[in-house]
């Protein structure tokens, strides 16, 4: 059974750092495509989560959308059977709950989901 779990989070102040992690149970995350979503405040459906980072499974293909671009950084880390994302420079529209997801084969596992509160 796959199982992701999200650690990491919180409270930050303007301009902080923080770094989430996503570690996999049950299956080789490494394999997958694994990105972060956020999911702004006041929002619910799942249709409202912003992309902010992707890496691929096959060549660890990384993208961000110019929102976040130059400020986020996914990682993997195969040891722990993990996705990290660093966030820096963060400022009060980040805050949000951030959710990690796997993807391959055409199935989606989602972790969690950790908040993130940018405020100071």
């Known amino acids: 059974q796959v199982q992701l779990v999200q650690s990491g989070g919180g409270l930050v102040e303007p301009g902080g750092s923080v770094r989430l992690s996503c570690a996999a149970s049950?299956?080789?995350?490494?394999?997958?495509?694994v990105e972060w979503y956020r999911q702004p405040p006041g929002t619910q459906h799942v249709d409202q989560r912003e992309?902010?980072?992707?890496?691929?499974?096959?060549?660890?293909?990384?993208y961000y959308p110019d929102s976040v671009k130059g400020r986020l950084a996914i990682s993997r880390d195969k040891i722990k059977n993990a996705c990290d994302l660093q966030m820096n420079s963060l400022k009060p529209e980040d805050t949000a709950v951030y959710y990690c997801?796997?993807?391959?084969?055409?199935?989606?596992?989602w972790g969690q989901g950790t908040q993130v509160t940018v405020s100071g």
């Open positions: 997801k796997a993807t391959r084969i055409s199935r989606d596992f």
């Open positions: 049950g299956t080789t995350l490494s394999l997958y495509d």
């Open positions: 992309l902010v980072a992707r890496i691929t499974g096959l060549y660890d293909e990384i």
